[in-house]
């Protein structure tokens, strides 16, 4: 199927799944995830009436921002990916959205190029629900203590959490990390302050969005089910971020 018919088909299936769990569609955003994948594809999507687009590694993203930008400045960037210290001045000028945040130093950094660039920029905290070494994220239980942290932060308008569950065709495995993220929601609103806009919980891609759905996702982040398959299909995992 072409991009556009793939498309269509994620939505009727977000559609249904909102039914499913007795919730309005209106209340899941859908993420393209275009990494990988050409400008031309991503304009593609755009067609669709989609604004702002994923990415894991941010020289992509800033490379096409760069080519697109002048025709179609309307598109934007969410960076979705683990990001290194020294590489937050190239997402200060031009991302909309940060959904890996995960530490004090890294808040600091970004907060420190956005100030200098005059912007400001959406954050989402990513909380390693699975518990696997291997992938970033703080661990559940710390994400009260970096919740009371990040309010000094004035460029960064804090948003909600990010998670990757378990890679699994185990349901009840991957479930419970989502289920996981819901409890650390509710416990951030019991114990962290003001955490009112905290509404967000991206979790979900191509393999599980339905399931995050069911779990009260509000983002889910889809590539491959919507651009095709990538030559390393798995290439969203932790050790090959950058």
Known sequence: MSVAENLSAIEARIAEACRQADRSPDDV???????????????????????????????????????????????????????????AKFV????????????????????????????????LVQINSSGEPQKFGIDPADAVELARELPAFDALRVRGL???AVFSDDHAAVGACFQRMVEVQERLRNEAGDVSD?????????GDFELAIAHGATTVRVGQAIFGDRLNPNDYWPGAQS
Do not use: C
């Open 92 to 123: 200060a000028k031009f991302a909309s959205e940060f959904q890996a945040l995960s530490s004090v130093k890294l808040a600091a950094e970004l907060d420190k190029r956005l100030q200098a660039e005059g912007r400001q920029l959406d954050v």
């Open 198 to 206: 905290w509404a967000e919980l991206s979790m979900g891609m191509s």
């Open 29 to 87: 955003r859908l993420m393209p995830v275009s990494k990988t994948k050409p400008p031309s594809d991503v304009l593609e999507v755009a067609a669709g009436g989609y604004r702002l687009f994923g990415e894991n590694k941010v020289q992509e993203a800033y490379e096409k921002w760069e080519v697109l930008r002048d025709e179609h400045p309307e598109i934007e960037w969410a960076i979705i990916g683990h990001l290194q210290t020294n590489k």
């Open 162 to 164: 990010m998670t990757l």
